[in-house]
């Protein structure tokens, strides 16, 4: 089950909530917005500028307009992709707490903890940068071993 599947907290607190921790933590800036497909949340902290990219549902998915007995209303179809929109809302903001929450704690690096997520000079993030180099290495088997060969 989803984290916060159920959820009745709003966007806009979610939002707040995201805002309100990251100027708790020590962020210097503070940005979200978004379109008809991600939602984005940006702020600049230990130096670094940190970009999440919120993949949004789309209102047509066929999970919102549609129930076991056949077409949802208007109504309750836009209910249903509310509801996904908070819940992933809610997610955001608890990814983003557990990691402040680990770097504030001694647990992890500012870095290491958000590191796919810092903006790199040409706008993309190093997510964006190396999830085609680590695919292609795992294509062609090109990754070596995750634990020592005890054997010899």
Known sequence: MKYAAKTSVSTAKSKQEIESLLEKYGAQQFISGWNAENAV??????????????PMPSKTE????????GMRTDQAALAEWEQACRQRWRALALVIKAKLEAVESGISEFEDEFMANIVMPDGKTVSQMARPAIAQAYATGQVGNLLPDFTK
Do not use: E, P, W
């Open 62 to 69: 066929k999970r919102f307009t549609h129930h076991s007995r």
């Open 41 to 54: 949340v940006g702020f600049t902290m230990d130096n670094r500028q940190i970009k999440f990219i919120l």
